[in-house]
């Protein structure tokens, strides 16, 4: 299928403009900044309430921003990790998402700003994730929890997820009833065919996962351990349902898709779906573009039948 002609419409007029430096080329504090100005600025839902706060981490304090429904109850409690290559990124830079999700998915998230690469290399992530986890598990009441949870994130932060599941399991809870990974990254191999077909010219390039993968996990060693490269785990059995999205113009497709068939060969049961005529990222045009609007849609349904 060709490209969605919303995206096609939207590559021509950045064509036409001014062009930036890539991001490779980038410091990790003007990736940032240049992610924060491309997010789009969606008006805010109503939502039942959101609170910042800290909760406490491995080594100091980690920011969540914590939505809560409209509707009165107990709900099931989503974590949530941004995107951003384990680089760029933050709580506003995922804030529409977790809105929509919590509103239309009567859900509570818990978007956690995790410790990043540079200043944090890998496994800082990884730990702070799992805090939240614990954090999140062992504070119900004040959550409002129904006691179902569950893990989301987009890109890297689909990583995050894969990996809470794993180490969820590997250290005996807490109990995770599901995990949704979209566009996750699950392996460091930059030469799948996806990579030859999408790595340039569709937002997310080659050359900036490997930006992000030497910025965030410098020592190549490490990138073959489970909780860098979840596609890399010897043993992917005992894990939660699974709900993966990729996109037919990402370059990160085919590690996507390999992830959700090896869960489902391990025993997992697994919503896959590829978004034809999408690139990566999608969910963040997802209020305004038509042809990514039905991926947070599929999101959506899933958290509030599995979590509810």
């Known amino acids: 299928m060709p490209l969605s002609p919303e995206y096609q419409a939207m590559f021509e007029q950045l064509a036409a403009g001014d062009p930036a430096p890539p991001l490779w080329e980038m410091t990790p504090e003007q990736g940032r900044e240049m992610y924060r100005q491309a997010r789009p600025v969606i008006e805010e839902l109503p939502i039942g309430e959101v609170i910042n706060r800290k909760i406490p981490g491995p080594d100091g304090e980690i920011p969540v921003r914590i939505y809560f429904p409209k509707e009165t109850g107990n709900f099931g409690t989503l974590l949530y990790f941004h995107g951003g290559g384990w680089v760029i990124g933050d709580l506003d830079t995922c804030d529409a998402v977790c809105r929509e999700v919590s509103v239309l998915g009567n859900v509570t998230v818990i978007s956690v700003d995790y410790r990043m690469a540079p ?5 800082a992530a990884v730990e702070d994730c799992y805090a939240a986890l614990i954090w999140a598990s062992e504070n119900t009441e004040l ?3 129904n006691g179902k949870l569950g893990v989301a994130g987009e890109s890297a932060g689909g990583n995050l997820s894969a990996v809470m599941a794993l180490k969820a399991r590997d250290l005996n809870g807490p109990n995770i009833d599901l995990q949704c990974l979209l566009y996750p990254v699950t392996d460091c191999d930059l030469t799948r065919q996806s990579y030859e077909d999408n790595g340039r010219g569709f937002l997310l390039e080659t050359q900036s996962m490997h930006w992000f993968w030497d910025i965030y996990c410098p020592n190549e060693d490490k990138r073959k351990e489970n909780y860098a490269c979840p596609l890399l785990s010897t043993n992917l059995s005992n894990l939660p349902q699974a709900f993966v999205a990729t996109a037919e113009f990402d370059p990160l497709r085919d590690e996507g898709e390999a992830y959700a068939r090896a869960l489902e060969t391990a025993g997992a049961k697994v919503i896959y779906k590829c978004y034809e ?4 990222d999608f969910l963040s045009t997802a209020t305004a573009f038509e042809s990514s609007r039905q991926g947070l849609l599929d999101l959506i ?3 509030k039948t599995e979590l509810n």
Request: charged letters at 15%; zero cysteines; a neutral charge.
């Open 301 to 303: 349904q899933t958290i």
């Open 277 to 280: 005529g999408l690139v990566h």
């Open 119 to 123: 200043e944090s290399i890998y496994p």
């Open 143 to 145: 959550l409002k929890a």
